[in-house]
């Protein structure tokens, strides 16, 4: 029986050890993944942002080794934790998550492939692994740490009873003092993440307008005098936006009152144009309804945009023979992107927008004037929209030079 028992020891080490690169491998993807939800990062990071979100990619398609190495040696763990309920339980939800993030991660990862309503679904079933899950393994990586292991070491040298100093002696007051701690080391993640989750459950499952009405409620720009809505546009034909506006830049969020607003068409065309604010929000304008779908998975469905067709402006200007692209410039002064004018020539439904469901856009998500690619991904939805330039060359935007595709087109479906 000398095999068995080798055999058994092996098995043991493989054990360990694969719990341990999991524990590894989890931590990496919740460090990672957390920088890349915090939208604090987003600016800040830049690049590196880019290369996080690949890290993050990569070790979660790995992770997927030791939970396959893992169901190779299910089995026989499965049978040793006979009895043990509570651990057949703690398996059970680790792989359940593990496996429900890879699946979901993978959907975020091929977004394009998937479409954005599959993509919808994965970030929602990635975030609420996340919320539940991340809890669960702090507090599993809590309570099984050495010091609350080895209780002996955690007694504050108690004046009369020797009893508690020796565990051996009284294991009832060890128990109890170890599941005090688990209590409260449950009680304190309870506390302190519960209400954010409540929040993301709410907003999630909320669908409507999410936080549209506090975003309108603290639009910083002072432009005078508003435009006004169209019959299309009030009320919207669109019946109001479905879904959450996540609010993204990469700079801080700029402001604009007449003072310091105009608007510029030039580069290679037959007249230059110059707008301010005024001469801006009297032009003829139009009301279109669309899907707004960001790559990282979030959508915001109906939305009612009022503006004038890209179109409209590039023929008012008139584009040189020698134009190949049309480039477009934030008033954040960072961000742009383009489209060349073979895209331009396909998409009647570009708009350079000053309205969404009937009220002005709000300087968070991009107002007064922001373009609105409806068939195409967010990042080609410039916000704080200032200045259209016509170049013979390529240009590569923001988050192009910074990974993203530089084919953006959504997936019908
Ligand atoms: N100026 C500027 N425009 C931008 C961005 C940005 O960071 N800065 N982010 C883009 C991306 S990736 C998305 S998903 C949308 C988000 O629009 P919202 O912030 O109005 O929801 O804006 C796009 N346009
Ligand atoms: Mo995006």
């Given at each position: 029986?000398?095999w ?10 493989k ?17 990672t ?28 398609i790995?992770?997927i080794?030791?939970v ?26 680790i ?11 993978i ?27 991340l ?35 009284n294991?009832?007051?060890?128990y109890?003092r ?30 409507g ?9 603290n ?33 801080p969020?700029?402001?604009?009152s ?9 580069g ?5 144009l110059h ?13 279109e309804?669309s ?12 939305n ?11 023929a ?9 692209t ?26 350079v ?61």
């Open positions: 029986m000398e068995l028992k080798g055999l058994r020891k092996g098995y043991g080490r054990l360990v050890s694969l719990h341990t690169w999991n524990g590894w491998i989890v931590l990496i993807l919740a460090l993944g957390l920088i890349l939800i915090s939208g604090l990062w987003r600016g800040v990071l830049g690049e590196v942002r880019v290369w996080i979100k690949w890290a993050h990619i990569v070790v979660g790995i992770s080794v030791p396959v190495y893992y169901l190779l040696l299910a089995a026989k763990h499965w049978k040793q934790l006979r009895g043990k309920p509570w651990q057949r339980f703690n398996v059970l939800v792989l359940g998550l593990l496996l429900g993030w890879f699946g979901s991660g959907v975020l990862w091929q977004f394009k492939a998937f479409g954005p309503a599959n993509s919808n679904i994965a970030l929602f079933v990635h975030d609420a692994l996340t919320w539940v899950g809890p669960y393994i702090i507090y599993h990586s809590i309570t099984r740490l050495k010091w609350l292991k080895q209780p002996q070491r955690l007694s504050v040298k108690a004046p009369q009873e020797e009893e508690t100093l020796h565990p051996a002696a294991p009832q007051a060890v109890t170890r599941a005090f701690i688990k209590w409260t080391i449950g009680a304190g993640l309870a506390v302190t993440l519960g209400p954010s989750f409540l929040q993301w459950l709410g907003r999630s499952l909320g669908g307008t999410g936080n549209l009405e506090q975003l309108i409620e639009d910083a720009n002072r432009m005078v005098p508003p435009p006004q809505p169209l019959p299309a546009s009030a009320p919207p034909i669109g019946g109001g936006s479905q879904g959450r506006f996540r609010v993204y830049t990469v700079t969020i700029p402001q604009f007449n003072a310091d607003w105009s608007f510029t068409i030039d290679l065309v037959e007249n230059k707008y301010d604010w005024e001469r801006f929000v009297a032009m003829p304008r139009v009301a309804v899907d707004f779908h960001c790559v990282t998975g979030w959508s915001v469905y109906s009612t945009w009022e503006g004038i067709p890209l179109k409209t402006l590039l008012e200007a008139g584009v040189s023979d020698q134009a190949r049309v480039k477009f410039y934030s008033g954040d002064g960072v961000y742009t992107d383009s489209l060349t004018l073979e895209q331009v020539e396909e998409m009647d439904d570009v708009l927008a000053v309205m969404h469901d009937g009220k002005p856009i709000p300087s968070d998500l991009g107002g007064p004037v922001k373009l609105i690619v409806p068939q195409m991904y967010a990042y080609k939805s410039v916000k704080w929209l200032n200045r259209i330039e016509l170049i013979d060359g390529d240009h590569d935007g923001y988050w192009i030079v910074r990974g993203y595709a530089k084919d953006a087109w959504v997936t019908k479906s």
